[in-house]
């Protein structure tokens, strides 16, 4: 019996241990600060002595705050260490690490850079905190702006050169050179370029305008997450082709778009996605708004969501999933890929918008069509009459007014909106991006009597 306890013990100290090194690799993550008009001894332990800009050199596993005031771009190369991640975070009057040398005002505004962010090496997480998506009426209360106006240099670029993976990026105003840029083909002034099968990438809670080509451009990647964006402009031109999304020069992994507003489209279309060099990956694009809002001129291209014609290029399995498209003059579904395959769309909402072809979707139903042609012999599709269906659409607040007609339940993580509504939860699982949240019901108690 002594054995045994000694045995039990043993094994107690063993994960006691092995515990007591987990919390002391995480006793040594330590905070640092960063405020570009510091006076102090620059060692970034406070607020007091603050550096005045970030490091060349960075310290694995370690937090950075970032005051209010002007950088320059960056080079984020710090080399691995396992997967300890870098956190550059925006200071905010409710987080900012130590109160020494703290005022509210260092954080009740934005911190700017001038200049591209470049990704060499891996795990970095770069956060705003604060702005973006519906929230926030898509273009406000940013924590951190990039603006990169050079013609040859994207706001983010990752994986160009160097190893550079896991990458996670939010709450970000990323404004471009506000012109076309006179630069095509492997690099331009576009939102954030990623290259050489970058990994496991995501963008969240974003603004991209005015960049000088694609908001998003990609060579070639894997498991990357587009999510809460609001694409408002960009440009192209004959010369310089441009796309919302272009996607596949080389193998492409899974691409998630979801809960974003676009308002803007130019030269060749919209999400454009070819992974011929991977068939089986896919584009799943759900919980969207498509708005072409009054007076805005949109090129007619390739379509909203879509590809390119050449026998080079393929479009499979692109899902599209409980989106609203508004106003939109074109195809809202590509007809142009010659080789396609497997590419569905449910549960979809058309409002004043040109008829969708479902040439290239093949397996199509529960879609709602509001101005916008016939059911398209769908079993579950529906047709209306009446677009006053928003809260606000001028607001750009899309929720809706009312239930649409009953659309396809389907699995997660296409079972709650950019609200994190789940979709169904009264009965009803809604058609288009936003799930109706019915009114809560107050019931008055039974008992009241009167005294």
């Not at 000088?212 to 609001?230: D, K, M, W």
């Not at 009446?386 to 296409?414: C, M, Q, S, W």
Request: proline content about 5%; glycine content about 12%; some cysteine.
């Amino acid at each position: 019996m002594k054995q045994g306890l000694r045995r039990a013990f043993s094994k107690m100290g063993l994960v006691c241990g092995l515990l007591f090194l987990d919390a002391g690799n995480a006793a040594l993550a330590a905070d640092h600060y960063i405020k570009p008009d510091a006076t102090g001894n620059g060692s970034g332990t406070d607020w007091v002595n603050a550096m005045t800009a970030p490091p060349s050199t960075w310290i694995r596993g370690d937090v950075y705050y970032l005051a209010d005031g002007n950088y320059p771009g960056q080079v984020f190369s710090t080399a691995a260490s396992g997967s300890l991640p870098i956190t550059l975070r925006k200071a905010t009057p409710f987080d900012h690490g130590i109160e020494t040398g703290w005022v509210d005002t260092l954080g009740d505004g934005q911190a700017v850079f001038n200049g591209m962010l470049e990704f060499t090496s891996p795990y970095w997480s770069i956060d705003g905190v604060t702005g973006g998506g519906v929230a926030h009426q898509w273009h406000q209360n940013f924590g951190i702006r990039i603006v990169e106006k050079r013609d040859a240099y994207a706001l983010i670029r990752i994986n160009y050169r160097g190893d550079s993976h896991d990458i996670r990026l939010s709450h970000l105003d990323l404004e471009g050179k506000g012109s076309v840029s006179d630069q095509g083909g492997y690099y331009s002034n576009d939102g954030i370029a990623l290259y050489n099968n970058a990994e496991n990438i995501t963008l969240s809670y974003a603004w991209l305008h005015e960049t000088g080509r694609c908001p998003v451009f990609i060579t070639s990647a894997q498991n990357v997450l587009f999510e809460h964006l609001y694409v408002s402009s960009f440009y192209g031109s004959p010369a310089v082709h441009s796309e919302v999304m272009s996607a596949g020069q080389g193998p492409l992994g899974d691409i998630t778009w979801r809960y974003s507003l676009i308002t803007a489209l130019k030269s060749t279309g919209g999400l454009m996605f070819n992974n011929i060099a991977q068939p089986t990956s896919h584009l799943y694009v759900y919980g969207n708004v498509f708005y072409q809002p009054p007076g805005v001129i949109w090129d007619m291209g390739n379509g909203v969501i879509g590809g390119w014609t050449s026998t080079s290029n393929a479009m499979n399995n692109v899902w599209v999933y409980n989106n609203t498209f508004i106003n939109v003059a074109q195809q809202s579904l590509t007809v142009l890929p010659l080789l396609y395959s497997g590419n569905r769309a449910y549960n979809n909402l058309f409002v004043n918008s040109q008829s969708p072809d479902f040439s290239r979707f093949t397996e199509h139903d529960y879609n709602q069509f509001v101005n916008a042609g016939s059911t398209h012999a769908e079993l579950h599709g529906t047709v209306g009459s009446n677009p006053d269906l928003f809260i606000d659409v001028n607001g750009l607040n899309f929720r809706l007014k009312a239930a649409t007609d009953p659309g396809k339940p389907l699995e997660a993580p296409y079972n709650r909106d950019g609200w994190a509504t789940v979709r169904g939860g009264d009965g009803l699982w809604d058609r288009g991006a936003h799930e109706w949240d019915a009114p809560a019901v107050l019931e008055p108690p039974g008992n009241l009597r009167v005294m």
